[in-house]
């Protein structure tokens, strides 16, 4: 194996004549929190499919945690964890029966869905609400849950989608938080997102210009190389 | 991986969602109920104590028998008797009239000298279904009186015609809505519900999460739409125990065959549903893509509610790519005529004809979102 858990090169996705992801190469280490970056509709979301098994790319070639993204689509869907900013769990289901959802949904034995369960419940101090409707728990605290369920059955990398959306600074924090948690334990984290100041507390970045991976590395060294005092700057400088 | 376990938890998921909908709930059982029962009682040709309103120039014996037969039944009553014919549109005017029945002064010499008199019934042409059906009864009472006059005085040349309606002797309007309402009740179930449901999925984001989740999308697709063809299944054997026992429907043939033809019509249905939500991101647009796709054609072409073979010949067209047409045809072949499978081998073909059709058409545009 080696210490890489995503490594793509010149992955490429037309639609007919357009070109949403051109020729894009990167690769991530395994326990690295990897900030995804570029405007709307810089081809964030396409790349991210392509990433996540759910689009085909039409050209070149990558591996996600150790499979094939052409080939062995179906095998990555087990090892990774995905959430994204639109809400990923079931309001009109508890929290308990989220969990056992998606526990389900992954293949996990009732043994460690219930152990899985008591964990999660524990740690995010969620037991004594776990037979409310998911619906009445604050955002914040539903995507930290939403968090938690997307890493059930342990995977090598999580996949987030503008995950703090819509959510106050302090929760940001707090989530951030757990996402530092997660990466402790040797999870890659693959995040998007719109909060420029959020791009500083990853271990490295990379902007998407129309299509295209403009810039990728640390934010100390962007910084330093757009000659920016914050990553705001070079976000600016670089989609103007 | 332990995909009946998988799937199990899936199934689970979508019974909660549906318990925890009232309005979901509300529309699978109680609108099949409501249905029924307001189709059954409310929504009829009959009527009863129609008014009548009378202009007797002749006032002898005669018009006065005539007028007494025609009342006697029940579906007439006599609201004012006119003296003049500028009296007769006002009754009409303020909607107190349904029927006025003009009878001529030689009324009684012209039927006993000629064997033939005039008598002029009007009737308020605005309502035309009303005025068709108090025209007929009129006539019929009308009939009825001549028959019993001429019995007694022995005339020639009569020719008594007997009527029979066969499968439905008393043309009881039930067994034409009964099958009209499974028809339909199935289809807005089915159909509806499950596009409605995976719409549902796409809307709030969770379609995402499960596409990314080493579920297979045939067993999501599965997933949704297997409680919602149980749902429909229970239904359909609730409308017509309701039908056997609160409007006297008879089901003649096979039940297991009715059965069995209710199922294949559910899944003709579930296919269409899962056809319209791959063309639709939100609940709002699979809503309307199903009401106006296809509940009102399925109401209004399908045969149910007017004959297809009255209607220009586009519109038959129409009504014969809708699945309730061939449905209903089956559910009275089925259920009135008692025939077995072998005389509408034509209309189960077309259904199945059309499942694989819409299966077909479903998967090319999953696909294509797919790459």
């Known amino acids: 194996m080696n210490s890489y858990s995503i ?4 992955l490429t996705k037309k639609f007919g004549e357009f070109t949403a992801v051109d020729n894009i190469s990167f690769k991530v280490a395994k326990g690295e929190i990897f900030g995804f970056l570029g405007a709307n509709g810089a081809g964030k979301t396409t790349a991210m499919r392509m990433l ?3 689009s085909k790319p039409t050209s070149g070639q990558g591996t996600v945690a150790g499979f094939n993204v052409i080939r062995d689509h179906e095998k990555i869907k087990t090892r990774i964890g995905y959430m994204s900013q639109k809400f990923s769990l079931y309001e009109d289901l508890t929290v308990r029966q989220n969990i056992r959802l998606f526990g389900g949904i992954y293949g996990l034995s009732n043994q460690e869905i219930r152990e899985k369960s008591e964990t999660i419940l524990h740690d995010l101090r ?5 037979s409310k409707l998911v619906a009445a728990l604050p955002l914040g605290w539903k995507q930290r849950l939403a968090f938690a369920i997307s890493m059930i059955h342990d995977p090598d990398i999580v996949f987030l989608d503008e995950p703090t959306g819509g959510v106050d600074p302090f929760v940001r924090r707090q989530f951030w938080e757990a996402i530092y948690e997660a990466a402790g334990h040797g999870r890659t984290i693959f995040v998007t997102t719109h909060y420029l100041d959020e791009a500083e507390y990853c271990d490295r970045v990379s902007i998407m210009v129309s299509g295209r991976i403009e810039a990728l590395d640390t934010p100390t060294n962007l910084k330093k190389q757009f000659n920016a005092s914050t990553m705001d700057n070079v976000f600016v400088k670089l989609v103007r | 991986m332990n995909m009946i376990k998988v799937f199990w938890a899936f199934i689970q998921k979508e019974v909660y969602h549906i318990l925890r909908d009232r309005r979901t709930l509300l529309i699978l059982f109680g609108m099949p109920i409501a249905q029924v029962l307001i ?8 009527f009863k104590n129609a008014n009548i309103d009378i202009l007797d120039h002749a006032k002898d014996q005669t018009s006065q028998k005539l007028i007494r037969h025609v009342t006697s039944s029940g579906h007439f009553k006599i609201n004012r008797m006119l003296l003049a014919e500028h009296e007769m549109e006002s009754g009409f005017k303020s909607g107190k009239t349904d029927l006025i029945m003009v009878i001529p002064a030689d009324f009684s010499k012209d039927l006993y000298t000629w064997d033939q008199a005039e008598i ?10 009303m005025a068709n059906a108090l025209e007929q009864y009129a006539k019929a009472m009308i009939n009825g009186f001549l028959f019993q006059e001429f019995k007694q005085s022995a005339k020639p040349y009569l020719i008594g015609i007997e009527t029979r309606m066969l499968y439905n002797p008393l043309l009881e309007s039930a067994y034409n809505f009964i099958p009209g309402t499974i028809a339909l009740i199935l289809l807005i179930i089915s159909a509806m519900m499950t596009s409605l449901t995976i719409a549902r999925e796409k809307e709030q984001g969770t379609m995402e999460i499960l596409l990314v989740s080493p579920l297979p999308p045939l067993l999501i697709i599965l997933g949704k739409v297997a409680p919602y063809a149980i749902l429909s299944f229970i239904d359909a054997v609730l409308i017509l125990i309701m039908g056997y026992f609160i409007f006297d429907v008879p089901v003649t043939g096979s039940v297991i065959l009715l059965l069995l033809l209710c199922m294949v019509y559910v899944i003709t249905a579930l296919s269409l549903g899962t056809l319209i939500s791959t063309t639709s991101e939100t609940q709002q647009d699979a809503m309307m893509k199903s009401l106006i796709g296809l509940l009102m054609p399925s109401t209004l072409l399908s045969g149910f509610i007017f004959p297809l073979t009255s209607m220009p010949e586009i519109l038959q067209y129409i009504g014969h790519i809708i699945p309730a047409t ?7 072949g089925v259920m009135l005529r008692g025939v077995g499978i072998e005389y509408i081998l034509f209309e189960v073909g077309m259904l199945l004809f059309m499942i694989v059709a819409f299966l077909t058409l479903t998967w090319k545009k999953f696909k294509i979102r797919l790459e």
Do not use: H, M, W
């Not at chain 1, 969620?126 to 776990?130: A, F, I, N, P, T």
């Open chain 1, 52 to 54: 996540t098994g759910l």
């Open chain 1, 126 to 130: 969620l037991s004594e609400v776990s």
């Open chain 1, 7 to 10: 490594e793509v090169e010149n």
């Open chain 2, 120 to 129: 002029q019934l009007i009737a308020d042409g605005s309502d035309p279904n």
């Open chain 2, 326 to 332: 061939y449905f209903i045809e089956i559910l009275k």
């Open chain 2, 39 to 46: 189709f059954g009682f409310a929504v009829t040709n009959e």
